[in-house]
């Protein structure tokens, strides 16, 4: 039994059985995949592509900056040594971070226990906002 071929829009398919269709663009449309698969894996070894869970903020440490935008960067931080390693602050956040990692906590809440820490020690200095910003705001208010 021949094969029934078919012209559509979107190519020249073969019907083998009912049911079942098969394209003779497959080898096109995996070679295509393929290379946009190797495009994307290049661009996330360049870093393009990494996303951060959180708006990263920048800590000094030993007069050192230190982005901090994920759990596992505000690890690594609190390994460091800080001017006061035992205040409660501190503490409490080494202890959300834990949590945090063991799938006890949310992420948001371990964060911005890191993130109160931080300030607390004078390690997290926010930069005052920018011109645009601060107009950004004045509108803002006058629409409210």
Not at 47 to 62: D, E, Q, R, S, V
Not at 64 to 76: G, N, T
Request: aromatic content about 6%; some cysteine.
């Amino acid at each position: 039994m021949q094969p029934l071929r078919v012209g559509t829009q979107q190519g020249v398919f073969s019907l083998d059985r009912v049911g079942q269709r098969r394209s003779e663009f497959t080898m096109m449309h995996v070679h295509a995949t393929t290379a946009m698969s190797s495009r994307f894996n290049r661009l996330q070894s360049w870093g393009a592509t990494k996303m951060t869970a959180f708006i990263p903020i920048t800590i000094y440490l030993n007069h050192r900056p230190m982005v901090v935008a994920s759990i596992a960067d505000a690890a690594k931080a609190l390994q460091q040594p800080w001017p006061s390693m035992d205040k409660p602050s501190r503490l409490e956040a080494i202890r959300m971070i834990e949590e945090c990692l063991a799938g006890h906590c949310s992420h948001q809440a371990a964060f911005a226990a890191f993130e109160a820490a931080a300030t607390e020690q004078g390690l997290h200095k926010q930069k005052p906002p920018s011109e645009g910003l601060k107009k950004f705001d004045g509108v803002a208010e006058d629409l409210m």
